[in-house]
């Protein structure tokens, strides 16, 4: 490179890379070679004048080093204006070069640098345009007194940047002779994904991710195997992170280290992909369906423990969606046709020498190899054999120990490598590896170690004080602090909240040491019993912290799963209470088959469960049963329910499960039966002071009597419904019930009444922020507006709801927006469009098990008194034979 002197210590780094330069190299490859020289000789010359370095070129990329931050600044504007005035061949055109700026502190080492410093000026150039000059905000702050004249930098705001870290704040260089419009960054901001943000720099693996890249856009599947360690989840989030932008309908990460039953894996990747169970409807139809035919990429990350579930899910996604892409990490492949299996190799000497120096920075901010410690130097990287993990953990010593020093111990501790002869020998040093650092941790850090490896997947401080304070750990703070600063333990954050995780392979050798020590009982026990107190908790709260309990269940689903595993073999009654109490999470985050599977293990699993334990796991399964349209295994488990707390004299118990036989003949249309259940709830709920309970059971009793037109009794039911909700200040229900007095004012046509009880529902709804219940009153409301003969009003609030009940993917909600729908028809005398979404409702009813609402019966017989029998017969059934997604995608537009 520059025979220059390159700058030390804070230097400003400006890098450069020609937008499109593979297609025009296909194309055009000796004119590219031309221009290419041309290229190269304007930034040689710009940056020499302006006391810069080439220190490094990559094909076509530039990497230039400045003591000044003004002096990066004015040769990337050089370099753009002679760029645009160069007279470029024609059969390349213009070239275009994007361009990054960003100022730090880096290692100058046998003419290269290291450090984060580098890792973010290339992320930063990346999410550039051609043409383009983006600078950090480091780097903007430097300039603010030496910017040169007539220029000026554009805010950006902030950006997620590919290397996956915290957000940059973003600026774009303004002035004379440079381009000023620009489309959005290609940052990760652009794109919906769930990447998660990494708390260090992606070091290396370039070679890798070019090849993968070039694989991932010619194949559907890649599959990157190796043994645990090698850095296989960071190359796929990195790889993801690169290739974001090509996905326009999202990128997804699903993590299944936590997943221990073979039958979650759809439920899991649904979860992650934002796909809404639908009652009557396998998983998988409502995953494939959510995708369709959308542009995603998703990761399936830690494979390797259910092959067999991952190749069925990943064969039908790939089959049944046709622009979606699927990156899997296992430690053998998947064999599903088509799939390129890529296997990670150790890092090459030069990253792994870059990853431990940078990694030993974070630690230790003026680490430096002293010439003392080369010989050292060389012989450790040789032993760490470019294993990422074997390199991080070493990492974490140098804030203690000298290079000599860790090598000489690393060197006594070989003999500790495993011994599974079938595992490879890079297994084998990484688990040597690990059991030195262990060795060094202090006796109290390795048995809180070996306790919290009894967590799978997520868990929080609160619970990692519960499973260590079982174990006598006097500094549980202290301890954990320290195994996350030795990387033991990593950290990540949930919006504003921490959380921990072990590595897959850490926590296997720490349940080693657990069992070794005899303890893997005691800490499966208090593991068990801190979900237990969770679950204990969900009955206090009040309706405002309902929403943050289910959050925190959501991010310790994999804690809650192993607590009731280990609770099924170990103490049959606490897998009952922790099923039950988790059934509102369940329920409320509509995973309502895994739910129902808990439930129904719990049940099977243990016949001599003693009947206070039994009868609420059977009510509650009733309860999903119910909501995935399963009438008759719902009736059978109420029935039990009802009896086992007859045999106990439990009041409350008896009067929730009447209630719940009542509603499932209220959703199978026996309206007799369903009068006869609610009466007979009530009345026990009223006899057992069960305020709550009576007021929703009243509520449901209203709406059977609404429906057959016995408007008077409704409106008594409700009002004492909501004297008996008020002052139990529960908003989810007294919302509910100002939206069954906007139903019962609607049919009684006093529509002022109507809106004004659905403009108060519709408030309390919107900021209970629970999607379906504001998408139900908008569906209501919109119905209001429309017989107004308010249709584009109406249309709104339709349109929202609608929105809503195709992104949560829920039948029973979409079927009341296009009764919304069918009012909007008969307002605008849109006869023929009401008979075929007539159709098409009944249609959907038909394959949900619902019948025909009473709105849609008055509509079918306004739409009859205009159309021939024929003629509504012909739509009707066109509606009916129409594909739901078309018709939604119509009506949405």
């Known amino acids: 490179m520059d025979t220059v002197p390159l700058p030390t210590g804070t230097v400003s780094f400006l890098f450069t890379d020609i937008e499109g330069s593979t297609r025009k190299w296909d194309a055009q490859p000796e004119a590219m070679a031309a221009a290419l020289a041309a290229h190269d000789q ?111 930098f554009i805010d950006l705001g902030l950006h997620r940047l590919k290397d996956l870290s915290q957000p940059e704040h973003t600026y774009q260089v303004a002035g004379d002779g440079l381009r000023a419009e620009f489309p959005p960054l290609h940052s990760l901001d652009v794109v919906a994904n769930n990447l998660p943000i990494q708390l260090t720099s992606f070091i290396g693996r370039d070679k890798e991710l070019y090849e993968l890249k070039g694989r991932l856009a010619e194949h559907r599947l890649i599959t990157l195997t190796g043994p645990g360690g090698i850095g296989k989840t960071r190359l796929s989030l990195q790889l993801a992170a690169e290739e974001c932008a090509s996905y326009k309908d999202g990128c997804w990460f699903v993590s299944l280290a936590g997943v221990e039953q073979n039958d979650l894996v759809p439920y899991v990747v649904a979860t992650a992909v934002g796909a809404q169970e639908t009652p009557g409807q396998p998983i998988l139809e409502t995953l494939k369906r959510e995708i369709g035919d959308k542009r995603v990429l998703l990761v399936v990350d830690n494979a390797e423990h259910l092959v067999p579930e991952v190749a069925a899910l990943v064969r039908e996604l790939l089959l049944g969606c046709g622009h979606i892409a699927i990156i899997v990490t296992s430690r053998e492949a998947i064999h599903v046709a088509g799939e390129q299996v890529v296997r990670i190799s150790p890092m090459p000497r030069t990253d792994g020498e870059r990853l431990l120096i940078e990694r030993a920075r974070g630690l230790r901010g003026a680490f430096r190899v002293s010439e003392s410690d080369k010989a050292a130097w060389n012989d450790l990287l040789q032993k760490l054999e470019g294993i990422p993990l074997a390199i991080e953990l070493a990492a974490a010593r140098l804030s203690a120990f000298t290079v000599t ?74 301890a954990l602090h320290s195994l996350v600063e030795k990387s033991f333990v990593v950290t990540e954050l949930e919006g504003d909240n921490p959380f921990y995780v072990l590595l897959e392979v850490m926590r296997e050798f720490g349940l080693e040491q657990l069992v070794a020590l005899g303890e893997l009982d005691r800490a499966s026990r208090a593991h068990c019993n801190y979900y237990l107190s969770m679950a204990d908790a969900a009955e206090t709260l009040n309706p405002k912290q309902r929403g943050s309990w289910l959050d925190k269940v959501e991010i310790e689903i994999g804690n809650v799963r192993a607590a009731l595993m280990w609770s099924l073999t170990n103490v049959p009654e606490t897998a009952a209470k922790l099923a039950v109490e988790f059934s509102a999470y369940w329920q409320m985050r509509s995973h309502f088959t895994e739910g129902r599977s808990w439930l129904q293990r719990v049940v099977e699993s243990e016949t001599s469960l003693p009947a206070a334990k039994l009868a609420p796991l059977l009510d509650r399964a009733a309860v999903f049963a119910t909501v995935q349209d399963d009438y008759v295994a719902a009736r059978d488990l109420s029935l039990r329910s009802c009896e086992l707390y007859r045999g106990l004299n439990d009041a409350r118990g008896l009067g929730r499960c009447v209630h719940a036989l009542a509603v499932i003949e209220h959703r199978s249309s026996n309206t007799e039966e369903a009068r006869e259940q609610y009466l007979q709830s009530v009345k026990i709920l009223r006899d057992a002071g069960e305020d709550r309970l009576l007021s929703i059971a009243l509520a449901n009793l209203a709406s059977l009597e609404s429906e057959v037109g016995n408007l008077a009794r409704a409106e008594e039911l409700l009002e004492e419904s909501l004297r008996l909700a008020e002052p139990l200040g529960d908003a989810t229900i007294t919302s509910s019930i100002l939206l069954s007095f906007a139903t019962l004012e609607a049919r009684r046509n006093d529509l002022e009444r109507a809106e004004s009880y659905l403009v108060r529902g519709l408030a309390a709804k919107r900021e209970l922020r629970n999607p379906v219940d504001i998408a139900d009153a908008l569906a209501n409301l919109a119905s209001v507006a429309a017989r107004q003969q308010k249709p584009d009003e109406a249309r709104g609030h339709a349109r929202e709801a609608m929105r809503i009940a195709v992104e949560l993917q829920l039948r029973t909600l979409t079927l009341k927006v296009l009764e919304a729908f069918v009012q909007i028809a008969l307002s605008e005398r849109d006869y023929r469009a009401g008979a075929r979404l007539l159709g098409l409702s009944e249609s959907l009813g038909n394959e949900a098990g619902i019948g025909t609402s009473v709105e849609n019966r008055s509509a079918s017989r306004t739409i009859r008194d205009h159309l021939s029998e024929e003629e509504f017969h012909f739509l009707n059934s066109e509606g009916a034979a129409s594909r739901i997604s078309d018709a939604l995608v119509t009506l949405l537009n």
């Open 405 to 478: 020093q860790i090598d000489e111990r690393l060197s006594s501790r070989l003999g500790l490598a495993s011994r599974d002869t079938t595992g490879s020998t890079r297994q084998r040093t990484l688990r040597s590896t690990i059991d030195w650092s262990y060795q060094l941790l202090r006796a109290e850090e390795k048995k809180a170690f070996a306790h919290l490896s009894v967590f799978e997947g997520n868990f929080t401080l609160e619970a990692s004080e519960a499973v260590l304070r079982s174990a006598d750990i006097e500094e549980i703070e202290g």
């Open 42 to 152: 304007i930034f040689r010359q710009v940056t020499a004048k302006n006391s810069g370095a080439v220190f490094k070129t990559v094909g076509d990329a530039f990497c230039c080093a400045f003591a000044r931050p003004v002096d990066a600044l004015v040769a990337s504007i050089d370099a753009q204006r002679e760029l645009a005035a160069y007279s470029w061949p024609p059969e390349t055109g213009e070239v275009r070069v994007r361009m990054g700026i960003h100022t730090g502190t880096a290692i100058e080492r046998d003419g290269d640098y290291f450090g984060p410093t580098l890792n973010r000026v290339a992320r930063l150039m990346s999410v550039a345009h051609g043409g383009q000059i983006v600078l950090s905000a480091a780097t903007a702050s430097l300039l603010q007194s030496s910017t040169p004249k007539g220029v000026s």
